[in-house]
DNA sequence: CAGTATCCCAGACGATACTG
DNA sequence: CAGTATCGTCTGGGATACTG
């Protein structure tokens, strides 16, 4: 009940525009989609999974996460060093509003409509 | 049931990615705000209408929303020129979904968690 | 293993001027 | 009114090499 829930065209394009910012970046859904249902990995891990990621861009995308408070990172202070990447609460819960946006994309016409 | 409903990673990545992209642009977001709930506008209203775009920046994007099959542009054979935008049904159908972002975006925890 | 540090480039975007 | 056409800037991302 704490937030002003009326919104203008131009407060609610702000608002989605500052909501799919936490996605802009060319891996971020990648990493998102590897992590979602609680799973944890690894650094190397992830730089295995995700195809034609290099490391620059791996741990780019993963600090702008978790400073948006989407992942957490955990270190182990061993050597050879031991870092493993998880979702937050709230990283998990984008579930849900991602594939409402896939369940859209599907309904796409495919062809050129016949009428409106 | 014609839509193959199994994802791994990577393809709901690659779907979710390719939604998205419909929606990438600078000013996207402002114009179909402005013509969510079946507004048609012309093209000098949404220019008054969103602040700060510039006439290239408007139809471009504009363009895209077209080819993309989101925004309908209806021309009227007179002169001076008159040109409506509206959204197609599957834009409309956006509204939900986007909702779904605004509202995950709204639970984000604020401050720095305790724990978890 | 898990990162940093450089260099480079395409393409998105803005400013401005012009036109059917 | 509803666009085009140019030009310049800036930055996200790639390639590559190095390090605690």
Redesign the pocket.
């Known amino acids: 009940m704490s937030k002003n829930r009326s919104y203008t065209p131009k407060t609610a394009a702000d608002g989605v525009g500052a909501a799919l910012r936490f996605l802009?970046?060319?891996?971020k859904l990648s990493i998102l989609f590897q992590l979602f249902g609680g799973k944890t990995l690894?650094?190397?891990?992830l730089?295995k999974a995700i195809d034609?990621?290099?490391?620059?861009?791996l741990?780019?995308?993963?600090?702008q996460l978790e400073v948006d408070g989407i992942v957490r990172?955990t270190?182990y202070p061993q050597v050879?060093?031991?870092?493993?990447?998880e979702l937050t609460d709230w990283g998990q819960e984008l579930c849900p509003a991602l594939d409402a946006i896939l369940t859209w994309a599907e309904q796409r016409p495919s062809g050129k409509p016949e009428k409106s």
Not at 24 to 27: A, H, K, L, V
Not at 42 to 45: A, L, M, P, V
Not at 59 to 63: A, E, K, N, V
């Open positions: 802009e970046g060319r891996w690894r650094f190397s891990e730089e034609g990621i290099s490391q620059k861009m741990i780019q995308q993963l600090r990172r270190v050879p060093p031991k870092v493993e990447y």
